[in-house]
């Protein structure tokens, strides 16, 4: 009798044995897939990798470069001269109270054009901007030249309006002009360069205004 009743008591102690063993199994051991083949579960991130910046071809032309200087500079404008000899001329004649323009030339070596000019008997000479829009210098050279002085009393045209005569009948940039004699009376003599590159002068009457040629 003693003998019967220890088996339920023998079996359930071994039945409690194999649950326990198959609870620690689960816990410890990592977890499978399906088809039995254990399978690591990475830990979760919340920081996103930095993601690398690529500079395009496009970004890196736009990006900006050494620049050249400028070629329309107030003294840019070539030896040749150009369209602005008759600002110049009137800008001259302005800062010098009383005068009259006789010769004009655009000068390489100062950049800018020269401006001879007569008043009250005396000479002046003044240095302008290339655009002929500012005075750079200016000085006395001493008394004028007698028959300077003689033509441009007896001159009626400007030498501002003669070289906007000839720029009407040459298209192209002013050389130099000046106040000469032909034939004993005062002309103006302007030097246009074309743009093919040829020099043409033109003759204007500097009293009645004309074109002589």
């Not at 008394?143 to 300077?148: G, I, K, L």
């Not at 906007?164 to 002309?187: F, K, M, W, Y």
Request: with cysteine; proline share 6%; hydrophobic share 40%.
């Amino acid at each position: 009798m003693k003998k019967l009743r220890s088996l339920p008591i023998l079996s359930a102690a071994a039945g409690l044995a194999f649950v326990m063993t198959g609870c620690d199994s689960v816990e410890d051991g990592p977890a499978t897939t399906g088809e039995g083949t254990q399978e690591q579960v990475a830990p979760e991130t919340t920081e996103a990798a930095p993601e690398p910046t690529a500079t395009s071809s496009a970004a890196a032309s736009a990006s900006p470069g050494p620049t050249s200087p400028g070629t329309g500079g107030v003294t840019g404008t070539p030896p040749t001269g150009d369209t602005n000899g008759d600002a110049a001329v009137a800008t001259a004649v302005a800062a010098v109270a009383g005068s009259a323009a006789i010769e004009v030339d655009y000068s390489s070596d100062r950049l800018g054009w020269e401006v001879e000019l007569i008043s009250g008997g005396m000479e002046y000479e003044v240095l302008l901007l290339a655009d002929g829009s500012e005075v750079l210098e200016q000085r006395e050279k001493g008394p004028a030249d007698e028959e300077d002085r003689l033509a441009i009393e007896s001159a009626a045209v400007p030498l501002v309006e003669a070289i906007r005569t000839a720029h009407q009948v040459i298209n192209g940039n002013l050389s130099e002009a000046s106040l000469e004699d032909e034939d004993d009376r005062p002309v103006w003599e302007v030097e246009i360069r074309a743009e093919d590159g040829s020099v043409n002068e033109v003759i204007i009457d500097a009293v009645s205004g004309e074109r002589i040629r």
